[in-house]
């Protein structure tokens, strides 16, 4: 059973287009700053710079081809779901206002 003080909460995530997966996201997001620090040599001591701070995100920079297609189709599979969401209730609405 949810608790009834989150009701307004998740009645606002409801209409959210997607959720967040930050994991996912931090992932991407170190694994295109390892990228970005390969191309660009002037971006090399600020990656080093940020995984001597941050010695975890190394791990999280080390992304696969898999990872980054999984996360772009997760992204797409929300996106359609709230949108098929959307689409029965808009047919639904009109369906009982027809009858």
């Known amino acids: 059973m949810l ?6 909460l998740r009645a606002i995530a409801a209409t959210q287009p997607s959720p967040v997966h930050l994991k996912a996201l931090l992932k991407q997001r170190a694994y ?8 660009d040599p002037a971006l090399q001591e600020s990656w080093r710079k940020v995984l001597a701070t941050y010695p975890a995100l190394a791990d999280f920079a080390k992304a696969s081809v898999i990872m980054g297609f999984t996360y ?3 992204r ?3 996106t359609l779901k709230q949108q098929t969401k959307l689409l029965l209730k ?10």
């Open 3 to 8: 608790h009834p003080l989150y009701a307004p």
């Open 32 to 39: 295109q700053a390892r990228k970005d620090a390969q191309r």
């Open 72 to 74: 772009d189709a997760t």
């Open 76 to 78: 797409e599979f929300y």
């Open 90 to 99: 808009s047919q639904l609405q009109k369906h009982s206002t027809v009858q």
